[in-house]
């Protein structure tokens, strides 16, 4: 459960909105130039989003793709800045005058799906786990060798892999070197960006067991984005579910997927395939009717009611808060609201 007051609140997200500019073709800019109209359409990526993290809680969050996961984990990161509203970590805003404060870059850190693609094939392997802690004058340089040693254990790997470069270190790997450079950093707040799904199904469960390994020993707060709904369910303490920006769904991941309330959490939850095994019944599962609409033009009112099969009149006009709908659970629905 969230703790109430700064003191027991790492990550607090208060109304954050993120809009991205459009790209304007050629052709557009030529026509405006002319004297044309050219619509102009931001995507409304994050839209009004208020949540909390408590100190040692894992929040997961789960939603289909494009539905603005990644972006608000990147505010949280103080990786972009929002278009709109604040994010603190423990107390502290993320951003300020349109840049990361120095101290705030170690007291969060994130960890991407790709390993691949976040480290710099051209540097060797301690200087990636050892760069930052340096830097922000967490270990001397006479000590960083030992220091990034020390780290690449703590992950499970030889330590002696300090001179070597991350194409020589296999996927798996690879992320537990991205794991211990993060951690080195000794934030308080761990953004994981669906950290094992770029990993063969065997690895991912040695990965996530060694993420929930870290978070205990380190008692570190995480936000852990995932569309996985197995693997959320099993990491988190709370879960959000997110909707073309919005956060439509909060509370205790059991309750939740016990009794979701919000007509989407519904239906994701019974889109999910069930695995069929020798002997069993064939599973079936229900795919949600309809796309997701396109964030350029979100519906009025509730942003899932064109794919909800209770939506009432109202619900096309009307955008619906969050609300209470049992112990620590919150939806934003309109059925919730007149239970
Ligand atoms: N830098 C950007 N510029 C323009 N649009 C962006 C940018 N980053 C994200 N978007 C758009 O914002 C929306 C949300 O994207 P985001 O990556 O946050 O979704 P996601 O939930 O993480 O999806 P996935 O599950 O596929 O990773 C999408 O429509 C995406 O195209
Ligand atoms: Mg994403």
Same mark, same amino acid.
């Given at each position: 459960m969230s703790a109430s007051g700064e003191s027991g609140t790492a990550v607090s997200v208060t109304g954050a909105s993120k809009q991205f500019a459009p790209l304007v073709a050629l052709g557009d800019r030529i026509a405006a130039a002319l004297g044309g109209s050219v619509e102009r359409r931001s995507v409304r990526a994050v839209d009004d989003?208020?949540?909390? #993290?408590?100190? $040692?809680?894992?929040? $997961?969050?789960? $939603?289909?793709? @494009?539905? @603005?996961?990644?972006?608000?984990?990147?505010?949280?990161? $103080? #990786?972009?800045?929002?278009?709109?509203?604040?994010?603190? #970590?423990?107390?502290?805003?993320?951003?300020?005058?349109?840049?990361?404060p120095r101290k705030l870059t170690t007291r969060v850190q994130t960890i991407f799906q790709d390993p691949y693609a976040s480290l710099d094939p051209r540097m060797r392997i301690g200087t990636i786990v050892a760069e930052g802690p340096v830097h922000h004058g967490l270990v001397a340089s006479a000590d960083a060798a030992a220091y990034a040693a020390r780290w690449l254990a703590k992950v499970g790997l030889d330590p002696d892999a300090v001179p070597r470069y991350p194409h020589q270190f296999s996927g798996g790997q690879r992320q537990r070197i991205a794991i211990a450079r993060a951690l080195a950093m000794q934030p308080e707040v761990l953004v994981c960006d669906e950290p094992v799904a770029s990993l063969d199904v065997s690895i991912q469960a040695q990965v996530l067991n060694l993420l929930l390994q870290l978070r205990r020993e380190l008692k570190l707060t995480m936000l852990f984005i995932s569309h996985h709904l197995g693997v959320v369910r099993h990491v988190s303490d709370r879960v959000a579910i997110m909707y073309l920006g919005r956060i439509v769904e909060i509370g205790p991941a059991e309750t939740v997927y016990a009794r979701p309330q919000h007509p989407y959490t519904q239906a994701l939850l019974a889109s999910v395939p069930q695995l069929v095994l020798d002997g069993d019944a064939p599973g079936s599962f229900r795919p949600i009717a309809g796309e997701l609409p396109s964030p350029l033009s979100p519906p009025p009112g509730c942003h899932f009611h064109q794919r909800c099969p209770v939506a009432l009149p109202r619900c096309s006009i009307e955008s619906p808060q969050l609300r209470d709908a049992g112990p620590?659970?919150?939806?934003?629905?309109?059925?919730?609201a007149s239970r």
């Open positions: 989003v208020s949540l909390e #993290i408590a100190r $040692g809680e894992t929040l $997961g969050l789960v $939603g289909e793709s @494009g539905c @603005g996961k990644s972006t608000l984990g990147r505010l949280v990161a $103080g #990786i972009l800045p929002p278009s709109a509203g604040t994010i603190r #970590i423990c107390g502290e805003p993320v951003m300020s005058q349109g840049r990361r620590g659970q919150a939806a934003a629905c309109h059925l919730v």
